[in-house]
């Protein structure tokens, strides 16, 4: 099982993606699931301030070194290594989507690169200086000079929170896959919220059905304050 890793710049929603990815492993698989917080830029919306609730679904969260865990610092815990190195283990890692982010990824690099992983890279095209496909481009380089390991794919996960639209999913896709020829990689797969799947979902599948991509129903469980 390769290691998968999820970046994108800030408000990619790529930290909703993790949390999602690793709640749908745990529901189908007895094996161990672990979900590596490292994110350490200041984000509004960290996986391990769900550690409690993800452990009630048999997810183990992994951050910063013990007794750090809520510091903004790039702290090592020894148990991102345990859990990259334990090949039963579905490992999920939620990295920054800038140069700093991915050069503490960048410290696991050769262990990674020896367990095999997928580094899929989050757009919102809705969030500023992620509308154009070249300087999304240029970010993914960025962060593979600096993590030393490759973007093999692209997200396109392009949404305004509680206020969504087809709309957005159908203009977003078209970035992502901009992005992701400029890159030289294919979209993955498309991310919609179920509430908007369920109000518009027929309208999405049939819009996007020409670009041949999967689209993935995701909850919401990162909420902003004003929604919680």
């Not at 996986?47 to 409690?52: E, G, I, K, V």
């Not at 992620?130 to 396109?156: F, N, P, W, Y």
């Not at 639209?165 to 901009?178: F, M, Q, R, W, Y």
Request: proline residues 4%; aromatic residues 6%; glycine residues 10%.
């Amino acid at each position: 099982m390769p290691v998968v890793i999820l970046t994108g710049a800030y408000g990619s929603g790529k930290t909703e993606l993790a949390v999602n990815m690793a709640i749908q492993h745990a529901k189908v698989s007895d094996g161990r699931t672990v979900l590596v917080d490292m994110d350490i830029t200041k984000p509004m919306f960290r996986s391990r301030d769900l550690r409690a609730e993800l452990a009630r679904l048999g997810i183990e969260v992994v951050s910063g070194a013990e007794g750090f865990e809520m510091a903004d610092v790039p702290t090592i815990s020894p148990a991102i290594y345990g859990a990259i190195e334990d090949g039963s283990a579905q490992v999920f890692i939620d990295v920054a989507g800038d140069e700093r982010g991915a050069r503490v990824l960048g410290r696991f690099s050769a262990v990674i690169a020896a367990r095999g992983f997928s580094m899929l890279y989050v757009i919102n095209a809705n969030r500023p200086f992620c509308d154009s496909a070249q300087s999304l481009a240029r970010s993914m380089k960025a962060i593979e000079g600096a993590s030393r390991l490759a973007v093999t794919g692209v997200v396109a996960n392009t949404n305004t929170g509680a206020e969504s639209t087809s709309d957005d999913v159908v203009a977003g896709l078209k970035v992502a896959e901009e992005a992701a020829q400029a890159h030289g990689v294919r979209v993955e797969f498309a991310s919609v919220s179920y509430d908007l799947m369920k109000e518009e979902g027929a309208g999405i599948l049939a819009a996007v059905s020409s670009h041949g991509v999967e689209i993935r129903p995701i909850s919401r469980y990162m909420l902003p304050p004003w929604e919680d």
